[in-house]
């Protein structure tokens, strides 16, 4: 049975965005492996915050190579949408997604 692992990190600026990385797979350990070898030395994790705009494309290439399928959400903020109210948004349509790709993938 394919197993589902969403990655999820969300940025509040302009807007509200909630960036999902799915990867089926029964194994995590080599996705974590080469997530580990894109940290630079001295690095626990990626945070693209820190990296600079070649290190962030050097990234994103490789995550692009590693079989995940990702999707962004966004939501407007303004004085008609709180960012609590545009989080949420983001979550129910990436739930709802999710569910769909689950759906999917247990289809003989």
Do not use: W
Not at 59 to 74: F, K, R
Request: glycine share 4%.
């Amino acid at each position: 049975m394919i197993q589902l692992h969403a990655f999820v990190d969300e940025s509040a600026r302009s807007g509200y965005l909630v960036c999902a990385a799915v990867l089926a797979s029964n194994n995590q350990t080599d996705l974590r492996k080469a997530l580990k070898r894109l940290c630079a030395r001295g690095q626990s994790r990626i945070h693209m915050t820190n990296e600079s705009p070649s290190r962030r494309r050097e990234i994103l290439s490789s995550l692009g190579d590693l079989g995940l399928q990702t999707t962004v959400y966004e939501t407007a903020l303004n004085r008609h949408t709180s960012q609590r109210t545009a989080r949420d948004l983001c979550l129910a349509y990436m739930a709802q997604d999710f569910g769909r790709c689950r759906s999917q993938a247990h289809r003989p």
